[in-house]
């Protein structure tokens, strides 16, 4: 089955602990991003990549990193999370920018 | 920049009632147009799409139609069920430069059908 999966769903933490949410697609996609959905705020990008090794800023990339050293996974990295991250994040894949996007179930962080 | 405007929710409608959701856009050039359902719990999904003007996407009864002149991508269904109950996302894809696209996503509008 064609999906897009990410670990953890849930995760309560506490401000400045390293953390990494990983995403993993099953479908050779090139293109993968990561979003945070706010109440009010919609979905806003992060950071998206398009292809392995290749990575760039989205709308709201302060406080986030990544890397894509394998085509099938892009892990996001808080290393000093902040309560102002506290959301709920999604995975997405597409076989390219232009096309239809793939999304995750979510991951909903909460850091105290 | 590119933006997507699309109506404030909560929308409310009973069984069988008809249903109109507005978006309309701000983009240079010739974007796609998405619509995505967020059903409770769960990632966005695509629900239609059309790539260039005049284009009608549809599927689960769901019909919008790409109106450059208006630049308007309007979701349509014309009787609907307690199961279409979710969040709908009107985006937009358009070139941004060095070989690639921008995303840009709608804040959401959150329908709930009651029986």
């Known amino acids: 089955e064609a999906q897009v999966t990410q670990n953890p769903r849930y995760l309560i933490t506490v401000t400045g602990k390293k953390l990494t949410v990983t995403c993993s697609q099953n479908?050779?996609?090139?293109?993968m991003s990561w979003y945070r959905q706010d109440p009010g705020l919609g979905l806003r990008q992060i950071y998206y990549?398009?292809?392995?090794?290749?990575?760039d800023k989205g709308d709201v990339p302060e406080g986030y990193k990544v890397s894509r050293k394998e085509k099938r996974n892009f892990p996001l990295i808080l290393e000093s999370p902040s309560p102002n991250q506290t959301s709920l994040y999604f995975c997405?894949?597409?076989?390219?920018?232009?096309?239809?996007?793939?999304f995750g179930p979510g991951t909903r962080l909460t850091v105290t | 920049g590119d933006s997507v405007t699309q109506m404030e929710g909560p929308v409310t409608l009973s069984e069988e009632a008809f249903l109109t959701i507005n978006c309309t856009y701000t983009?240079?050039?010739?974007?796609?147009l998405f619509w995505y359902v967020q059903y409770p719990g769960e990632g966005l999904q695509l629900l239609l799409k059309?790539?260039?003007?005049?284009d009608k996407g549809s599927n689960k009864g769901f019909e919008a139609t790409y109106r450059k002149e208006t630049t308007s991508f309007h979701l349509e269904k014309g009787s609907v069920q307690v199961s279409d109950s979710a969040v709908y996302f009107c985006?937009?894809?358009?070139?941004?430069?060095?070989?690639?696209?921008?995303?840009?996503f709608g804040k959401g509008t959150k329908l709930s059908v009651i029986p």
């Open positions: 997405a894949s597409s076989r390219g920018d232009w096309y239809e996007q793939y």
């Open positions: 479908m050779n996609h090139e293109y």
């Open positions: 990549s398009m292809n392995v090794e290749v990575t």
């Open positions: 983009a240079t050039g010739y974007p796609s």
């Open positions: 059309a790539t260039k003007a005049d």
């Open positions: 985006a937009l894809s358009s070139y941004s430069g060095a070989g690639s696209y921008q995303l840009t």
